[in-house]
């Protein structure tokens, strides 16, 4: 699957999860610019070597790529056109 390019340079940020069976099973907030942004919908999911991404709907509207680098411990988040 191709992924959709990103409209903004990436930056850290914090992302509140939900691990069930598994770490990073999906995220449910995700912090951005001091303001915690609610996930209504996952768009798509994937695994890398480097950890787990997700593409989400938060409740702004934004459409959002947040991805996990493992070995650092630190999330970053991208917003994607729309």
């Known amino acids: 699957m191709v992924q959709p390019a990103p409209s ?3 930056w850290n940020t914090d992302v509140e999860l939900y691990s069930g069976t598994r770490y990073a099973e999906r ?3 995700v912090m951005v610019a001091g303001q915690r942004l609610p996930v ?3 768009l798509s999911s994937w695994r890398t070597p480097a950890g ?3 593409d989400v709907l938060v ?3 934004q459409r959002l790529r947040v ?3 493992e070995a650092g411990e630190q999330w ?3 917003e994607l056109s729309r």
């Open 52 to 54: 787990p991404g997700f």
């Open 67 to 69: 991805q996990l680098d």
């Open 27 to 29: 995220p449910i907030a």
């Open 40 to 42: 209504t919908e996952v």
């Open 59 to 61: 409740t702004s509207g």
């Open 76 to 78: 970053t988040v991208t």
């Open 8 to 10: 903004t340079p990436l």
